[in-house]
Nanobody, 128 residues
Framework: QVQLQASGGGSVQAGGSLRLSCAAS?????????MGWFRQAPGKEREFVAA???????????TYADSVKGRFIISRDNAKNTVDLQMNSLKPEDTAVYYC?????????????????WGQGTQVTVSS
């Protein structure tokens, strides 16, 4: 199994920044080549935020939800075995619990049901 641990959440004012990290570990981690970030606000369904996919042939690819394009950046730190989400220009509507997820796939995944492993959420609160 793959263990995922999300961290870096907190409370910031609108316009501020936060950097979330998802640490991956486990004996099967080497099979993982796709990870994503999702968020869920109270009373709402979990929604896609960003995803990253990597392989030995084409390197890394990323995709983002329209609501965060230009503000959020997803990246992989191979040395630390983490996938990070840099969140800039935060808005109150970004307030949610953020979850990281992982899967063994060669394509970018944006749906909740497509991911095999999930970490515990980290709370992000953006005040007006």
């Amino acid at each position: 199994q793959v263990q995922l641990q999300a961290s870096g959440g907190g409370s910031v004012q609108a316009g501020g920044s936060l950097r979330l990290s998802c640490a991956a570990s486990g004996r099967t981690f080497s099979r993982i080549n796709s990870m994503g970030w999702f968020r869920q606000a109270p009373g709402k369904e979990r929604e896609f935020v960003a995803a990253i996919n990597w392989n030995a042939w084409s390197g890394s690819r990323t995709t983002y939800a329209d609501s965060v394009k230009g503000r959020f950046i997803i990246s992989r730190d191979n040395a630390k075995n983490t996938v990070d989400l840099q969140m800039n220009s935060l808005k109150p509507e970004d307030t949610a619990v953020y979850y990281c997820a992982a899967s063994n796939t060669i394509v970018l995944l944006t749906a909740v049901h497509e991911y095999d492993y999930w970490g515990q959420g980290t709370q992000v609160t953006v005040s007006s």
